[in-house]
């Protein structure tokens, strides 16, 4: 069993920056592969970000490619998203989920899931 809490989120202006974190508790976060994803009122939840369990490769949704930054932090059990040049496009619930095996980009194949935390970006 693993436990992810997210934090950091909040109200932003649009260009501006939010860091979330996701922090493991429970069975070796080192071992899981990880990812970000969002949901927005009335929207399916869609991939935002992956990093594998070493750090060394890292897949990010088209929407975000050079805005937003994953990380972790094995050490620390803490997983980051570092999210630059804010859109309104980009507010929704952010989650963090880890995988132990499957496609990245299906939120179905991860394994656990954290309560979410909400990224506003005002225009």
């Known amino acids: 069993q693993v436990q992810l809490v997210e934090s950091g989120g909040g109200l932003v202006q649009a260009g501006g920056s939010l860091r979330l974190s996701c922090a493991a508790s429970?069975?070796?976060?080192?071992?899981?592969?990880m990812g970000w994803f969002r949901q927005a009122p009335g929207k399916e939840r869609e991939f935002v970000a992956h990093?594998?369990?070493?750090?060394?490769?890292?897949y990010y949704a088209d929407s975000v490619k050079g805005r937003f930054t994953i990380s972790r932090d094995n050490a620390k059990n803490t997983v980051y998203l570092q999210m630059n040049s804010l859109k309104p496009e980009d507010t929704a619930v952010y989650y963090c989920?880890?995988?132990?095996?499957?496609?990245?980009?299906?939120?179905?194949?991860?394994?656990?899931w954290g309560q979410g935390t909400q990224v506003t970006v005002s225009s």
């Open positions: 990093i594998n369990w070493r750090g060394s490769f890292t």
């Open positions: 989920a880890a995988i132990n095996s499957g496609s990245h980009y299906n939120p179905f194949a991860y394994d656990y």
């Open positions: 429970g069975r070796t976060f080192s071992s899981y592969d």
